[in-house]
């Protein structure tokens, strides 16, 4: 399996910025994980809990969460329509445990398809990034984000996780170039 991170551009629309620090971010959280065993996948760097195979499992169900549930408001696909959520909030970390890292990776590459089509379908029918999303999360106080708050969120989230990728998979097999 051969994975590539784009390097972002240093020119481009707004959208085309904000999508090519999204696609560097989601290459680098999936070379992070490449190359290692599926127990490697599942080792810790303590006291925290957070494994690579639970991250790839997290970042599958934020990408359908945001482009698809909330940006187009589409009821949510599997595994997430029928995860116990009330019994583990976390559970999209804590199901991954065990899980081949091919079934993992796989779970992660589908959501990256369906989020860009996702994407595209709503900058096709408008391209305004300040407009809302379907799906306002509390429309009582009108808090509902915009197509431009989920890219730049989706950038922070990716961001955040490959820095805890990077010190979980130095601890795994010292790896600081992945």
Excluded at 3 to 12: A, D, V
Excluded at 42 to 67: C, I, N, R
Excluded at 122 to 137: I, K, S
Aim: one cysteine or more; aromatic letters at 8%; charged letters at 25%.
């Amino acid at each position: 399996m051969t994975i590539e991170r784009p390097e972002p551009s240093f020119r481009n629309t707004e959208v085309g910025m904000l999508r090519s620090y999204l696609d560097h971010f989601r290459g680098t959280i999936r070379l992070q994980a490449s190359g290692l065993t599926d127990e490697q996948l599942d080792q810790t760097l303590g006291p925290s809990d957070l494994t690579l195979g639970g991250m790839l499992k997290h970042l599958a169900f934020v990408e359908d969460y945001w482009f698809s549930y909330n940006l187009l408001a589409r009821e949510p696909s599997p595994p997430w329509d029928t995860a116990p959520w009330d019994d583990d909030a976390d559970w999209d970390w804590h199901s991954a445990a065990g899980a081949p890292h091919a079934e993992l990776d796989a779970l992660l590459a589908d959501a990256i398809v369906r989020s860009d089509a996702c994407l595209d379908e709503a900058l096709t029918a408008d391209p305004e990034l300040d407009r809302p999303v379907a799906r306002p999360r509390d429309p009582a106080k009108g808090d509902t984000a915009t197509v431009r708050w989920v890219l730049v969120h989706m950038v922070e989230e990716y961001a955040r996780h490959a820095g805890h990728a990077d010190l979980i998979r130095q601890s795994i097999d010292g790896a600081t170039d992945v």
